[in-house]
């Protein structure tokens, strides 16, 4: 009987060998000669909003004509200045040659950065709802210095401000600027 094991130990302990290898944990090192190759996974946290527009050049507004923001901001328009901001820059419009009456920024992007653009115009605990035009969301207030309307939808954002403290009259300006570009 021990002459049989004698033999059949060698052959066992290499069965035995080859067994552990076969079930060997399959995230062990590969063999040499093999290739592996990993994925990585990145996750960015989405951006906040892009700084406020400030303003380049002097200009007309392309969607916003100077007489329509006279008649609701109730002040002359002495000048008007643009943003580099491209396809649409943000209008800036003068009530004498240093100060701002009225701006209108209209920010197209992705839908997170446009909703940021907003709540950093008209943060949500400070502001009272805005829903005009239909389909808009966002915040009016008034502030020390005049009044706020900013909304957004999809990934468009509108943002109006003011010297004077009636959203109403920013809220007007929204909705003519939304119009005219046909968002």
């Given amino acids: 009987m021990n002459r049989v094991l004698l033999t059949a130990l060698p052959s066992l302990l290499v069965l035995g060998a080859l067994a552990a290898c076969a079930t060997a944990d399959p995230t062990s090192a590969p063999a040499a000669g093999t290739t592996t190759s990993a994925v990585a996974k990145t996750t960015t946290a989405p951006a906040g909003p892009p700084p406020a527009p400030e303003p380049a050049t002097d200009g007309q507004c392309p969607y916003l004509a ?45 839908p997170a950065t446009a909703k940021a653009v907003v709540d950093r115009a008209a943060p949500v605990a400070d502001s009272n709802p805005a829903t005009v035009p239909a389909g ?48």
């Fill in 66 to 110: 100077s007489s329509v923001v006279q008649e609701a901001n109730g002040q002359l328009v002495r000048k008007v200045r643009l943003s580099a901001d491209e396809p649409n820059p943000a209008c800036f419009f003068y009530a004498n040659a240093s100060d701002v009456q009225l701006s209108v920024w209209v920010f197209q992007g992705e």
């Fill in 136 to 183: 808009w969301n966002g915040g009016s207030l008034t502030t020390d210095t005049g009044a706020v309307y900013a909304v957004a939808k999809g990934g468009s954002a509108v943002v109006v401000t003011s010297n004077q403290k009636q959203t109403v009259k920013t809220r007007r300006i929204a909705e003519t600027v939304v119009g005219n570009l046909g968002l």
